[in-house]
């Protein structure tokens, strides 16, 4: 989410100079102005500290105060630069607790639980948000985004439209705003389900029998794919849209070998592209990928190198049955494997049918002897250290002792 690097927050802070009348207010004065010199150096924490000490004298409170928030506002960045959006959603919120007529913390608590996909909850902070500062159009377009998230595309394109009315040259919005304009075309008609876990999307034309069938599937994914992490359980409702072969061709504009994707939400077509519904152990292997992707960007709080993700995504979907055991030995044995750093990038999907399904079912053979040989423990201390923001090689190193050169000989070695 970059929304929130469009904020400029100006914090100045106010250290005082006056001479004062009595110890105690000069002891708060004293600690405000630690608190400023604690700052300055960027010692965030240590300058809550003292600003917080500062409150309990006889200083300028207003001053103090407006210190504190800063305080806590900057403490908020530095950890979601960390990966950190379980602490910096608790600095945001304190920063907008102290200063309630300030837009900036409530739009930066909003960034930071969408990271957390607690959506009602980034969308509470976003009203409120505009109802602070009305027209900050960074606090319009984020909040027609948490809109989007919540699958509610006609208060997301109300928001947006706002937005590009006041500046057409947001190339990254229009793109998004065209996005909602394509889904709504094609969901407008579409009825919904809601589980305790999942809200559901789907076209009227889908029988019930079906309908169900995909409920059981999911609500089964959360529990395995949950326990298979180690008790990792996203926030409900997670989206999921069904969508004949049409339908989702038009509300995705993918290409027509995409199975099924996760954008935020989970969306699949059930039936292929002669109208036939899709057999149920097809649907439950395209669900289950998916959802290995909504738990993994849970955990990360983005996307880890392409393929981790996807290998996990196949791995805790699929099985490497014989075909794709052939394929891979083929591969290897022409000396024709991609390396791990060329499957890093989310461009690698702009591929061709032939050179994409190559690189999945590499990247399955990899997360797969990772798993299995290593447990799942340890990726999910990966996929921690990823979230954390650093770089794959050195995630491998501190968790495997190898770097990506190593893991890519293992796999040939199995299967060479």
Same mark, same amino acid.
């Given at each position: 989410?970059?929304? @929130? ?5 100006? $914090? ?32 965030? /924490?240590?300058? $809550? ?14 001053? #103090? ?12 960045? %530095?950890?979601?630069?960390?990966? /950190? ?8 919120? !304190? ?20 990271? +957390? ?32 998230? /919540? ?53 009227? %034309? ?10 059981? @599937? ?6 395995? @794919? ?11 409702? #997670? ?23 996760? /954008?935020?939400?989970?969306? !699949? ?24 992707? #909504?738990? #993994? ?12 993700? %996807? ?5 805790? !979907? ?37 050179? @994409? ?12 002897? +990772? ?46």
């Amino acid at each position: 989410m970059t929304l @929130i690097c469009r904020l400029t927050t100006l $914090i100045l802070l106010a250290a005082f100079t006056a001479t004062v009348a009595t110890a105690e207010k000069t002891a708060s004065v004293d600690f405000n102005n630690a608190g400023v010199q604690a700052y300055n150096q960027g010692e965030y /924490d240590t300058a $809550i500290g003292y600003f917080e000490r500062a409150q309990k004298g006889d200083a300028d409170q207003e001053v #103090v105060r407006r210190n504190l928030c800063n305080a806590h506002q900057s403490l908020a960045n %530095e950890l979601a630069k960390k990966g /950190d959006y379980h602490g910096a959603v608790h600095h945001a919120d !304190s920063a907008a607790t102290l200063d309630q007529k300030n837009m900036s913390p409530l739009v930066q608590a909003g960034s930071y639980y969408l990271r +957390l996909d607690e959506v009602n909850l980034a969308i509470e902070r976003l009203e409120k948000a505009i109802t602070v500062k009305p027209g900050e159009l960074t606090a319009h377009e984020m909040l027609g985004y948490a809109y989007y998230r /919540d699958n509610d595309l006609s208060s997301a394109r109300a928001q947006w439209d706002y937005v590009l009315e006041m500046d057409p040259k947001r190339p990254e919005l229009r793109e998004r705003y065209d996005k909602a304009f394509r889904e709504q075309s094609v969901e407008n008609d579409f009825d919904r389900y809601k589980s305790r876990h999942f809200q559901v999307s789907y076209p009227p %034309e889908i029988p019930n029998e079906l309908r169900a069938q995909v409920i059981g @599937i999911l609500d089964r994914a959360y529990v395995e @794919i949950g326990r298979d992490f180690g008790g990792v359980y996203p926030p409900p409702p #997670v989206h999921v849209i069904l969508y004949d072969a049409k339908q989702f061709a038009e509300a995705t504009n993918t290409a027509a070998y995409v199975g099924a994707l996760y /954008d935020g939400k989970i969306r !699949s077509p059930l039936a292929d592209a002669n109208g036939n519904w899709l057999p149920v152990d097809e649907i439950r292997r395209r669900l289950t990928h998916e959802y290995v992707h #909504v738990v #993994v960007k849970h955990i990360t709080g983005g996307e880890p190198p392409w393929w981790v993700n %996807e290998g996990l995504a196949e791995t805790l !979907s699929r099985t490497l049955d014989a075909d794709r055991t052939k394929a891979l030995q083929k591969l290897y044995r022409e000396g024709t494997p991609a390396t791990l750093a060329s499957l890093e990038s989310t461009r690698i999907g702009k591929l061709d049918k032939d050179a @994409i399904g190559q690189a999945y079912i590499q990247s399955h053979a990899t997360v797969d002897l +990772l798993w299995s040989r290593y447990g799942k423990g340890k990726m999910v201390l990966l996929l921690e250290a990823v979230g954390r923001g650093e770089n794959i090689e050195d995630a491998l190193r501190d968790v495997y002792r190898k770097t990506r050169a190593g893991i890519e000989v293992d796999v040939a070695r199995n299967y060479g």
